[in-house]
């Protein structure tokens, strides 16, 4: 359980969230396992993108989960959800893709939260909001993205963690 | 048959009644609320048969609206439709008296399996 003194670094929530992106996938976008992987892992705010974000926080942690893609990829990805074939994905509005995206993200912290439960089992979500253009970290706050392929679209997942100096930082546990 | 489905997203709403047609439950009627507070005047008007509940909404939360059900002495049968799927979330559902928590992402056997009990499948 986590203390005062422990924190994990952005790499694991960024794998954590990964698999939690993987597995909805599987469920929610009908896509073979195949059909989505991480192509990527970097430090750099995403540019040209646009989706949804969402706090998970407790006493030892305050992350923001985010989860964006190119307009092309945030049509396609809401489509998927939807079960709307590729000719219908120009009928979703602007409001159906933000809408549908926060609930992505929503979907995707709720699993981190389930699969974070031994790590820190006090984290609380926040509500999704939607974004377009980069989201830049503050200089107390740690940042990484991870790079997805989800069947034709690419995707990112964002976290940016507050920082704890003082805190001993930790791998994560051994899996 | 009557069911309320309660989530902000419209998208969800949406997912949740495709997911009810595809476990098999076809003949209800579906109603939809935004929120906690909305749900609970679309139940005090309309006495639903069973209510799907998203937990964290804004105005007033799953949890809120159960507990001001049960404070109200409504028998209405509830079930939670949500992204937290923690042993501490479903305990808290289950204390406050709804029939089962369903976790997002969710299938259409989940909700067959969940309901079965509930809601009549053709």
Do not use: H
């Not at chain 1, 031994?118 to 939607?130: A, E, S, T």
């Not at chain 2, 998208?11 to 929120?35: C, P, S, W, Y």
């Amino acid at each position: 359980m986590m203390d005062a003194c422990t924190t994990t670094k952005v790499d694991y929530w960024l794998d954590i969230a990964a698999d939690a992106v993987k597995e909805f996938s599987a469920t929610c976008l009908g896509m073979e396992e195949t059909d989505v992987e991480v192509v990527g892992k970097d430090t750099v705010p995403p540019r040209g993108m646009a989706g949804a974000y969402l706090a998970l926080v407790s006493l030892d942690d305050a992350v923001q989960i985010g989860f964006v893609s190119d307009e092309t990829g945030c049509k396609a990805i809401s489509g998927a959800m939807l079960a709307m074939e590729e000719d219908e994905l120009e009928e979703l509005t602007q409001s159906d893709i933000k809408d549908t995206m926060g609930e992505v993200v929503n979907i995707v912290a709720g699993m981190v939260k389930t699969k974070m439960v031994n790590i820190n089992p006090d984290l609380n979500l926040g509500l999704p909001i939607f974004l377009t253009g980069p989201v830049e970290p503050l200089p107390q706050q740690e940042f990484g993205t991870v790079q997805m392929k989800i069947g034709s679209s690419i995707a990112r997942v964002v976290i940016i963690r507050q920082s704890d100096p003082d805190a001993e930082t930790l791998q994560g546990p051994s899996t | 048959m009557k069911v309320l489905i309660v989530d902000d997203s419209k998208a969800m709403r949406m997912i949740v009644k495709r997911t009810l047609r595809q476990a098999g439950f076809n003949d209800i009627d579906v109603d939809e609320a935004g929120n906690g507070k909305e749900a609970i005047e679309k139940i005090n008007a309309d006495k639903p048969d069973l209510v799907l509940c998203d937990w964290n909404m804004p105005e007033m939360t799953g949890i809120e609206c159960l507990e001001e059900l049960n404070k109200a002495g409504s028998d209405v049968k509830f079930g939670f439709v949500t992204s937290e799927g923690t042993p501490e979330m479903r305990a808290r559902a289950s204390e406050a008296g709804a029939l089962f928590l369903i976790a997002k992402p969710f299938t259409a056997d989940t909700f067959k399996e969940n309901l079965a009990g509930v809601l009549v499948s053709s």
